[in-house]
């Protein structure tokens, strides 16, 4: 479906992001990944202008129009207690100031019927304590969604993946973890990776400013003491 494709992922060395990568990979696509960690990647932080630049420089020097772009890069998670303003700007500037940019920069070279996703999560819209920095960059990606839908209609769809619990690695979820959920389980890479596929494909193509939370039912639950399995202590 996305041979011959360009593909862009952020964050793409590790979790959600290296399997997305993967399976554009697989569907043989030319996939480039910037991230902080060092690997057979771009080597970069999406937190700094001038990275961003260079790796935008390297991508157009080596190929004429981009297909596809996947805002996946995961800002620091810090609260109220323990985040300073440094770090809630960083976060700010990985998490939604970079997809701005990163679609800025790119915004002459999309291919026709290009698609742009970005990663947002669950919590967009509900929260724990002393996760304010991630909350606010997760939040501000959702609404750049239809933001830059707007700005680019006609001409590239954008849309959103709010991903809830994912297990990363290689960790076996059961009990309460587990049949706390509707769909009984924890989700995975793979949950979100077909989602971003399905947005990226012709078959989605009136699918355009939308936010899809693939979170196993979580959000829609309804919790009350008592209820359900579930006590206040």
């Known amino acids: ?43 970069g932080d999406i937190g700094k202008k001038e990275d961003i630049d260079r790796f935008v420089q390297d991508v157009l020097s080596r190929h004429e129009k981009v297909d596809i772009l996947i805002n996946n890069a995961k800002p620091i998670m810090k609260g109220l207690d323990n985040c300073s303003y440094e770090e809630f700007q960083y976060a700010l500037s ?23 996703v970005n990663i947002s999560s669950s919590r ?28 680019l209609a006609g001409k590239v769809r954008v849309n959103s993946v709010s991903p809830g619990w994912i297990e990363t690695g290689k960790e076996t979820w059961d009990g309460p973890d587990a049949y706390q959920q509707p769909s009984g389980r924890v989700g995975n ?12 494909s012709d078959s989605a193509g009136f699918i355009n400013g939308e936010n899809i939370c693939v979170d196993g039912g979580m959000t829609k639950q309804m919790i009350y ?9």
């Open 124 to 151: 967009d819209r509900m929260s724990q304590s002393e996760t304010e920095s991630y909350t606010a960059a997760k939040g501000g990606i959702a609404s750049l969604t239809h933001a830059l839908m707007m700005s």
């Open 225 to 233: 003491h008592n209820d359900a399995g579930w006590t206040l202590k």
């Open 94 to 116: 990985v998490g939604v100031t970079a997809p701005f940019y990163i679609t800025k920069l790119l915004k002459d070279s999309f291919s026709k019927n290009a698609s742009i």
């Open 1 to 43: 479906m996305f041979k011959g494709k360009t593909v862009i992922v952020t964050g793409g060395a590790n979790g959600i992001g290296k399997c997305i990568a993967n399976r554009f990979k697989e569907e043989g696509a030319f996939v480039e990944i910037i991230d902080i960690a060092q690997g057979d990647h771009f080597v």
């Open 189 to 200: 890479t793979n949950d979100i990776a077909d989602v971003v596929l399905f947005l990226c």
